[in-house]
């Protein structure tokens, strides 16, 4: 699924807010897909769900490290603008799957995002 930008071109071309849950949907993605050392000005940001575990052997152990470093790094990086309520980790069938329930702020309904990612053969 691609990023969107919070902008749309609406109705008469002129530019008109887009769905701010899809954004954070997508800031929230983008924190957990992006490694650290991938961003050049900001070594520390993201929780390296993506390529840092693509070929890492699946097991117990890796996830509750992603799961503790998706928790932190959501926290860092866009706690101004959601709460975390739950990070969940579960790693079956050589797959990584993180569920992510989170609340936009200052207030707001919950919200949950689930991101699957295949896993290397142990």
């Avoid at 957990?32 to 693509?54: I, M």
């Amino acid at each position: 699924m691609p990023a969107r930008q919070p902008w749309r071109l609406g109705t008469a071309r002129r530019l008109s807010p887009g769905d701010s849950f899809e954004h954070l949907d997508d800031l929230v993605r983008a924190v957990l897909l992006t490694g650290a050392g991938e961003r050049l000005h900001r070594p520390g940001f993201g929780a390296g769900l993506g390529a840092s575990t693509l070929f890492e052997p699946l097991s117990d152990a890796l996830g509750a490290t992603v799961a503790a470093r998706a928790r932190g790094s959501l926290t860092d990086a866009l706690g101004d603008r959601i709460q975390v309520i739950e990070v969940v980790v579960t790693v079956e069938n050589n797959t990584l799957s993180a569920a992510v329930t989170y609340r936009p702020l200052p207030a707001g309904t919950s919200r949950s995002l689930t991101l699957t990612l295949p896993g290397a053969a142990p």
